[in-house]
């Protein structure tokens, strides 16, 4: 099979988008970034999975902080994904601006979110390009 036969057929995999916020709310280590591979791993104990770039800022900030919070966007939300798809640069807060609470954890809530869940870092592991964060959830409810 060729890499472009299995892209094709991956495209094909209906995916939502999400923007998964980490950090502690208002210090100088906080980053969102928006994501499209999350899944649900198990509902004894409440686990999710997300996958993030192993070379984005952001695998740091999970193993330091080892929180993330995951904030479900509406169809109608394509330019606040758009916000948090950007790469960050220096001095660039993706969060500010954006009206937001802080979760238990201590990550961001985008108040606009349709939904959120907010969790503990349970595991990290090495999938290819990506890392594979398995977060418990703590707390969760609609928007």
Known sequence: ??????????AKIPYGVS???MGRGGAQVE??????????????PPLLMVAVDKLHYSVDLLRSTKNFCVNLLGDDQAA??????RQATTGDDKLAEVAQRPADSGA???TDA???FDCEVTSMVEAG???????????AAVL
């Open 1 to 10: 099979m060729s890499k472009s036969d299995f892209s094709d057929v991956l």
């Open 19 to 21: 923007v998964v916020t």
């Open 31 to 44: 980053n969102g970034l928006t994501i499209s591979w999350l899944s649900q791993v198990s509902f004894d």
């Open 80 to 85: 606040l994904a758009g916000r948090f798809a």
């Open 108 to 110: 961001a809530i985008l």
């Open 114 to 116: 349709v939904a959120y």
């Open 129 to 139: 390009a990506h890392m594979v964060v398995i977060g418990r959830v703590e707390d």
